[in-house]
């Protein structure tokens, strides 16, 4: 092993020199070397190490300086540092640590800034999601520190401690519990303030055009009684209709998120939409927008209240409880305008369509577009001839059980066949008779020609008058980000289940979620922006190869260095903007915080 000195440039420019400890081997006949070790910049490590004690040391040298034995020389502790280096950086790019110190002042016990505090939550939210006591065995995974470099340390309770208190479950220590929980509580008390600050950041950082809203509802359900006020049954997106659930709003601009609502969980989506207007009026100042919505959102009432404000909207239509959409559709004939495939759809073989027209409304003013999609037509065809398939074989069988006479009261053939065809949507593709004894079943002759015509097909309503077909396709298509958007929030970060039992604590957490998401959506920007093929998540994980390491240098002194990005890690940073790779020096050496 030898000592090698490269240079890299640092912050504004200015050039610094960093030690790296290399290996050289052979491989297929040919020398190669290798990092093991970053040991830091050479001027810091020049006031604390003699370097060429270090260079004799590696060459096998010990006759030349007994002062450092081989033996004595080794790595103490390692720790995780590539997600929250990135994450650091971001959260000051953003001005979440700005904005946060603006609004809340130092306390003169707390020993760490609120914007530190919760920097802290975010990151473990967006890097190993967990409760508070899972946040502690992070903490031992990974080097996690304030502005100042002090280090976060898990406190962890003594066994027969705990084991004697009424809470032996809790193995973290209550103070350190009571820090994260009162941080939920800080951070709530800012929420309007802090999405509008990030609003404006974003705004003039990234010109964000406002004109359109897009705005969608998901669901996350509790585990136990939920908390009083908010937490209700409701239509279940989790599949949990049993368990309490809120509902939470997001509004995205142009990609971002700008800001997020959480109502109660038996709240019906449409209901939501005039306070979401509202917000947008009275906290951002919005005057005009265009409201894209899905078709949850329609109701007269939302209408009318947009136009009486001035604002404009593009929404979807639910396809079967109007039949006035069905109107629509069967009025579609033609001639079709094809929209451009999007970037999935041009890397196939065959790339399906996405044709468009504009139809007739009933309504002055009022603009419909019929849209049938190849892609979205084959895929409910598979689902509608695999869900016949299954309701076939349940009406032949019991097609059966009545020529065999085990069935033959017409009232129980028909509860019989009104329950199959209850499943899997069969009453909308057959119908039945019984006379005589003889039980038939046969497609239904309106049903399932309805069934038919809706496939691939969808309805699209605004009032924007300069609105041309292809634009408000892709404008509702845009929607679908937003439907991303909470699969990230829920499935990546990991909001579900929640286990708080306070409303203010599930908005916290929430929130806590949210701001992750948010850190997820910049980090997935600036890799799409440096033509990085990947996703966040997998960013994140590819730059845990970046480590600090408290190295023991066998003379009673300490080092700590990080160790050198793999090329991928290299790359990722390369997009993020970052250059300075080694954690704040704390004010005093080793000093923590619990």
């Not at 016990?109 to 920097?119: G, I, N, P, Q, Y």
């Not at 845009?478 to 604590?505: G, W």
Request: glycine share 6%.
């Amino acid at each position: 092993m030898f000592l090698r000195v490269v240079r890299a440039a640092g912050a504004k420019g200015v050039k610094n020199e960093y030690v790296r400890v290399v290996e050289a081997y052979r491989e297929n006949g040919k020398t190669r070397h290798r990092t093991v070790l970053n040991l830091g910049r050479r001027d810091l490590l020049a006031a604390h190490l003699d370097l060429d004690k270090l260079r004799r040391l590696l060459q096998g040298n010990a006759v030349a300086d007994r002062a450092i034995r081989h033996d004595d020389v080794g790595a103490l502790a390692a720790w995780d540092w590539g997600p929250m280096l990135l994450t650091r950086h971001l959260w000051r790019e953003l001005g979440l640590e700005a904005t946060l110190d603006q609004l809340a002042a130092p306390a003169r016990r707390e020993a760490v800034r609120l914007s530190d505090r919760v920097l802290v939550l975010v990151v473990n939210r967006l890097t190993a999601p967990g409760s508070e006591h899972g946040l502690a065995r992070w903490l031992e995974t990974d080097f996690v520190c304030d502005r100042h470099g002090r280090r976060w340390l898990a406190a962890w309770r003594d066994d027969s401690e705990r084991l004697a208190s009424r809470t032996p479950r809790v193995r973290v220590e209550l103070r350190q519990l009571k820090t994260w929980y009162r941080t939920l509580d800080q951070l709530l008390e800012h929420k309007d303030a802090i999405e509008y600050a990030l609003f404006v950041t974003l705004r003039n950082l990234f010109s964000l055009q406002v004109d359109m809203v897009f705005y969608d509802l998901t669901s996350t359900y509790f585990e136990g009684q939920g908390p009083p006020g908010i937490g209700a049954n409701g239509h279940s997106r989790d599949g949990k209709p049993r368990n309490p659930q809120v509902l939470v709003g997001l509004v995205v601009v142009d990609g971002w998120p700008i800001a997020h609502h959480v109502f109660a969980g038996n709240r019906r989506d449409a209901k939501t939409v005039a306070e979401v207007l509202r917000d947008l009026e009275q906290r951002f100042g919005l005057k005009r927008v265009v409201f894209v919505g899905d078709r949850g959102m329609v109701t007269s009432d939302n209408l009318d209240d947009l136009r009486t404000h001035g604002h404009g909207y593009i929404v979807g239509r639910n396809r079967r409880r109007s039949g006035e959409v069905f109107d629509y559709i069967q009025s579609a004939t033609g001639p079709w305008i094809e929209c451009p495939a999007g970037i999935t759809a041009r890397e196939k073989a065959s790339p399906p369509k996405t044709l468009v027209q504009e139809v007739a409304s009933n309504r002055p003013g009022v603009r419909v577009f019929v849209v049938h999609s190849e892609e979205r037509e084959a895929f409910e065809r598979r689902h509608r001839i695999k869900a016949m398939e299954r309701v076939r074989a349940r009406l032949e069988k019991l097609e059966r059980r009545i020529a065999k006479g085990k069935l033959k009261a017409p009232e129980k053939v028909g509860a019989a066949a009104a329950r199959v065809l209850a499943r899997n949507h069969g009453h909308r593709y057959y119908g039945w008779s019984y006379e005589d004894g003889v039980f038939r079943f046969f497609e239904h002759p309106l049903h399932f020609a309805r069934e038919q015509a809706y496939e691939g097909k969808y309805v699209i309503q605004t009032e924007e008058p300069n609105l041309s077909a292809v634009e408000a396709v892709r404008l509702y298509k845009e929607l679908s980000e937003v439907e991303r958007c909470f699969a990230n929030l829920k499935d990546v970060i990991d909001m579900r289940p929640v286990y708080h039992q306070t409303p203010e604590r599930v908005e916290a957490h929430i929130f806590v979620a949210a701001l992750a998401f948010l850190l997820h959506r910049a980090i997935e920007k600036k890799l799409k922006a440096a033509r990085i093929d990947l996703s966040a998540t997998e960013a994140l994980t590819i730059l845990r190869s970046i480590r600090v390491v408290d190295i023991d240098l066998g003379n009673g002194t300490t080092k700590r260095s990080v160790t050198a990005p793999n090329p991928r890690a290299s790359a990722v940073l390369r997009a993020i903007g970052i250059t300075d790779l080694d954690p704040p020096t704390p004010p005093i050496p080793g000093q923590t915080v619990m």
